[in-house]
């Protein structure tokens, strides 16, 4: 970790800084060790999950209900595939025993009582046309310039020698391969955070109760420096399960801390350092016991041709409950007691299916005797990879690619064939939408009509649903606005509620929509409501319809919020198709619809296991964050096609290929 500081210290020291540092007149201090761990803390806090909706569920309740409430929960469709497959028993692996590669489920003994956004697969040699494993993996996030990945080759005289996608200000590499093994991450969606309602006691403020005692909040003052002002000093107070953070929330009038297995020290970077190191599913293995946050799932492959996932991170064992609701924080009756056990997190290896399917979707059946969350996305990214592998008796480089950029959409097939099917109405501004939506594909690419029709009536059926009963602010929680604009801009919920509308039109004896009648009267309103909008924002012409006119993608700069900079830095802005329910997944925020600015694949990488000259990936908008570099953006063109670049592993073809050579040499 000094060497990685001293590099970047080095490098400040003698080189020109770019330019935003110049218009913004900042001088970047030195790095040091305790900026690598708080900005692990950053990535790890990003990808935790829990609180927020835990907050939206209890207003929700608040509002119309529990009844109600229960109807707009996460529902996890029965046909979608789980990631640990059918007939497989949560693994038990000693990471002190001796591996020995084994064809087939690694089963342990039996366990006591039985036993959030990417893709990521992982295809045996016995169902791969190379005859070796094949790993592959595109991270969801949001996108920005300069991108949030690196692609990098680290290759040392000691014999470090690591390939993939590293994140600038960590150091190694966090997806990617070494001599003996790939892997690939996705978010687990596991919940490791909960709400706590402290009590203030009455007679001193600065106290709070817990189990009948008063104690004191713990203070801790961050300085905040201003630009053109004194510093501000912020307040923070802790309890016994954490920070309050009512202030930072619509909240403010309450008392309520959050727990959050992400606030907790941790020993990531010592995690995939290791990772970056093993040299087989033992070590693999040991590398994720350190990685206790952020919740991950790790697929994995080596040249012995073998496939595994394992998931990563601490998930708590409560007292009582499931941490779905805030709770009493003062009784202790629902406090974190313990967390489950590295070995008895769900792991496999060498399913007997011969592949393995990692889309954040949910992660074992219901037998698995730990309670691990429910905000798993819906899982149909996850039943569309596995429909492409299951009618494909080996697969090759070409499905993969067509997989990441697979805009079939599962859930507008659904509501095609159900809820319209047969739809017909007098009023002609729906009957134009319903024979639109009749005629369609069911693919969500940039060019479709159909795909159009199908989000703008889903979305305007959702809210009209939903909104009469809730409000406004309160819907777009239910459909995944985030708590705060810059720690939270999108919950757990986002892409949960689709599901949630086919269950209550499903439901005779649904208390959102009361009667057959109430139901189709609701479906007609959103039909011609779609169709006035559509007419009114892309013209009467249903041809002119298509949905990368309004769902587009931009790399945006931080300096972008200075206009006209925008227009200097930003890339893009581009059209682009799919939705939250695609494998090409590209979501768009509930309160600001169309846009595909909530999250999209940050990159793409497929390796071909053992034959490492052979991977290719693509981390776009470019390899470079100098405005003005030939490197700035080059790679966005690339991604939108579903191009990538090839990831040389060998020094014979590194020095056949290149095309420019640095020499760093510290003093």
């Given at each position: 970790l000094?060497a990685?500081?001293?590099?970047?210290?080095?490098?400040?020291?003698?080189?020109?800084?770019?330019?935003?540092?110049?218009?913004?007149?900042?001088?970047?201090?030195?790095?040091?060790?305790?900026?690598?761990?708080?900005?692990?803390?950053?990535?790890?806090?990003?990808?935790?999950?829990?609180?927020?909706?835990?907050?939206?569920?209890?207003?929700?309740?608040?509002?119309?209900?529990?009844?109600?409430?229960?109807?707009?929960?996460?529902?996890?469709?029965?046909?979608?595939?789980?990631?640990?497959?059918?007939?497989?028993?949560?693994?038990?692996?000693?990471?002190?025993?001796?591996?020995?590669?084994?064809?087939?489920?690694?089963?342990?003994?039996?366990?006591?009582?039985?036993?959030?956004?990417s893709?990521?697969?992982?295809?045996?040699?016995?169902?791969?046309?190379?005859?070796?494993?094949?790993?592959?993996?595109?991270?969801?996030?949001?996108?920005?310039?300069?991108?949030?990945?690196?692609?990098?080759?680290?290759?040392?005289?000691?014999?470090f020698?690591?390939?993939?996608?590293t994140?600038?200000?960590?150091?190694?590499?966090?997806?990617?391969?070494?001599?003996?093994?790939?892997?690939?991450?996705?978010?687990?969606?596991?919940?490791?955070?909960?709400?706590?309602?402290?009590?203030?006691?009455?007679?001193?403020p600065?106290?709070?109760?817990?189990?009948?005692?008063?104690?004191?909040?713990?203070?801790?003052?961050?300085?905040?420096?201003?630009?053109?002002?004194?510093?501000?000093?912020?307040?923070?107070?802790?309890?016994?399960?954490?920070?309050?953070?009512?202030?930072?929330?619509?909240?403010?009038?309450?008392t309520?801390?959050?727990?959050?297995?992400?606030?907790?020290?941790?020993?990531?970077?010592?995690?995939?350092?290791?990772?970056?190191?093993?040299?087989?599913?033992?070590?693999?293995?040991?590398?994720?016991?350190?990685?206790?946050?952020?919740?991950?799932?790790?697929?994995?492959?080596?040249?012995?041709?073998?496939?595994?996932?394992?998931?990563?991170?601490?998930?708590?064992?409560?007292k009582?409950?499931?941490?779905?609701?805030?709770?009493?924080?003062?009784?202790?009756?629902?406090?974190?007691?313990?967390?489950?056990?590295?070995?008895?997190?769900?792991?496999?290896?060498?399913?007997?299916?011969?592949?393995?399917?990692?889309c954040n979707?949910?992660?074992?059946?219901?037998?698995?005797?730990?309670?691990?969350?429910?905000?798993?996305?819906?899982?149909?990214?996850?039943?569309?990879?596995?429909?492409?592998?299951?009618?494909?008796?080996?697969?090759?480089?070409?499905?993969?690619?067509?997989?990441?950029?697979?805009?079939?959409?599962?859930?507008?097939?659904?509501?095609?064939?159900?809820?319209?099917?047969?739809?017909?109405?007098?009023?002609?501004?729906?009957?134009?939408?319903?024979?639109?939506?009749?005629?369609?594909?069911?693919?969500?690419?940039?060019?479709?009509?159909?795909?159009?029709?199908?989000?703008?009536?889903?979305?305007?059926?959702?809210?009209?649903?939903?909104?009469?009963?809730?409000?406004?602010?309160?819907?777009?929680?239910y459909?995944?606005?985030?708590?705060?604009p810059?720690?939270?801009?999108?919950?757990?919920?986002?892409?949960?509620?689709?599901?949630?509308?086919?269950?209550i039109f499903?439901?005779?004896?649904?208390?959102?929509?009361?009667?057959?009648?109430a139901?189709?009267?609701?479906?007609?309103?959103s039909?011609?409501?779609?169709?006035?909008?559509?007419?009114?924002?892309?013209?009467?012409?249903?041809?002119?319809?298509?949905?990368?006119?309004?769902?587009?993608?931009?790399?945006?700069?931080?300096?972008?919020?200075?206009?006209?900079?925008?227009?200097?830095?930003?890339?893009?802005?581009?059209?682009?198709?799919?939705?939250?329910?695609?494998?090409?997944?590209?979501?768009?925020?509930?309160?600001?619809?169309?846009?595909?600015?909530s999250?999209?694949?940050?990159?793409?990488?497929?390796?071909?296991?053992?034959?490492?000259?052979?991977c290719?990936?693509?981390?776009?908008?470019?390899?470079?964050g100098?405005l003005?570099?030939?490197?700035y953006?080059?790679?966005?063109?690339?991604?939108?096609?579903?191009?990538?670049?090839?990831?040389?592993?060998?020094?014979?073809?590194?020095?056949?290929?290149?095309?420019?050579?640095?020499?760093?040499?510290?003093?």
């Amino acid at each position: 970790l000094d060497a990685y500081c001293n590099g970047i210290n080095e490098w400040l020291q003698n080189n020109k800084h770019p330019i935003e540092f110049k218009l913004t007149g900042i001088k970047p201090k030195q790095w040091t060790v305790q900026d690598l761990l708080a900005w692990g803390r950053v990535m790890t806090w990003t990808l935790s999950h829990g609180w927020s909706g835990t907050l939206t569920r209890q207003a929700i309740i608040d509002k119309v209900g529990p009844e109600m409430a229960e109807e707009l929960s996460i529902l996890y469709p029965e046909e979608n595939p789980v990631e640990i497959p059918d007939g497989i028993d949560i693994n038990h692996l000693q990471v002190d025993e001796k591996f020995e590669a084994a064809k087939g489920p690694f089963l342990g003994k039996d366990m006591e009582g039985g036993g959030r956004g990417s893709n990521a697969w992982a295809v045996s040699p016995e169902k791969s046309n190379t005859g070796r494993p094949v790993l592959c993996n595109d991270t969801h996030l949001v996108l920005n310039t300069p991108g949030i990945w690196y692609l990098n080759h680290l290759h040392s005289e000691d014999g470090f020698h690591c390939l993939g996608s590293t994140i600038p200000g960590l150091p190694g590499v966090l997806l990617g391969h070494n001599e003996d093994i790939a892997w690939g991450i996705t978010l687990a969606f596991t919940d490791v955070e909960d709400i706590f309602v402290e009590k203030v006691d009455v007679t001193n403020p600065e106290k709070y109760e817990y189990l009948g005692e008063s104690r004191d909040f713990e203070l801790i003052e961050e300085v905040i420096q201003v630009k053109g002002e004194d510093d501000h000093v912020e307040k923070i107070q802790y309890t016994e399960h954490g920070p309050l953070i009512a202030t930072v929330t619509e909240h403010s009038g309450q008392t309520i801390a959050l727990c959050s297995k992400s606030l907790q020290p941790n020993t990531i970077l010592e995690g995939f350092l290791k990772i970056n190191v093993a040299n087989n599913w033992d070590e693999f293995s040991q590398g994720i016991e350190k990685v206790q946050a952020p919740q991950l799932n790790f697929t994995y492959s080596d040249v012995q041709g073998n496939i595994g996932l394992y998931i990563s991170g601490r998930v708590p064992i409560r007292k009582n409950g499931y941490g779905n609701l805030p709770v009493p924080g003062w009784t202790g009756e629902y406090d974190w007691e313990s967390e489950i056990l590295h070995k008895e997190m769900p792991h496999v290896l060498n399913p007997e299916c011969g592949y393995i399917i990692s889309c954040n979707n949910k992660i074992t059946d219901d037998e698995y005797p730990h309670y691990l969350g429910n905000s798993f996305m819906n899982g149909y990214r996850a039943n569309r990879v596995k429909q492409r592998f299951d009618e494909t008796k080996k697969l090759d480089f070409q499905v993969y690619k067509d997989l990441h950029l697979d805009f079939a959409s599962l859930p507008g097939r659904r509501l095609k064939e159900g809820l319209i099917k047969g739809f017909r109405t007098a009023k002609p501004k729906a009957q134009k939408l319903i024979d639109i939506l009749s005629n369609w594909d069911c693919i969500l690419d940039k060019n479709s009509i159909g795909g159009t029709v199908y989000e703008v009536f889903l979305y305007t059926l959702l809210r009209n649903t939903v909104e009469p009963h809730l409000d406004q602010n309160l819907t777009d929680q239910y459909l995944g606005l985030g708590e705060h604009p810059l720690l939270l801009p999108v919950s757990e919920l986002l892409g949960n509620s689709t599901e949630a509308i086919f269950t209550i039109f499903q439901n005779p004896n649904s208390k959102w929509v009361p009667s057959g009648k109430a139901a189709l009267h609701l479906i007609e309103k959103s039909l011609v409501e779609s169709c006035l909008w559509l007419e009114e924002n892309m013209g009467n012409k249903s041809s002119g319809w298509a949905w990368g006119k309004i769902h587009q993608i931009e790399f945006q700069h931080s300096m972008a919020i200075k206009k006209p900079l925008d227009k200097v830095f930003n890339i893009g802005p581009f059209q682009i198709g799919g939705d939250t329910d695609t494998v090409h997944q590209t979501a768009f925020n509930p309160s600001s619809p169309y846009h595909a600015t909530s999250w999209c694949p940050s990159n793409r990488i497929i390796m071909d296991v053992g034959n490492w000259d052979a991977c290719i990936g693509i981390s776009p908008p470019g390899q470079s964050g100098i405005l003005g570099s030939d490197h700035y953006s080059d790679m966005a063109d690339l991604w939108l096609k579903g191009e990538y670049v090839p990831l040389y592993w060998s020094r014979e073809k590194v020095e056949e290929n290149k095309v420019l050579t640095l020499n760093i040499r510290p003093k």
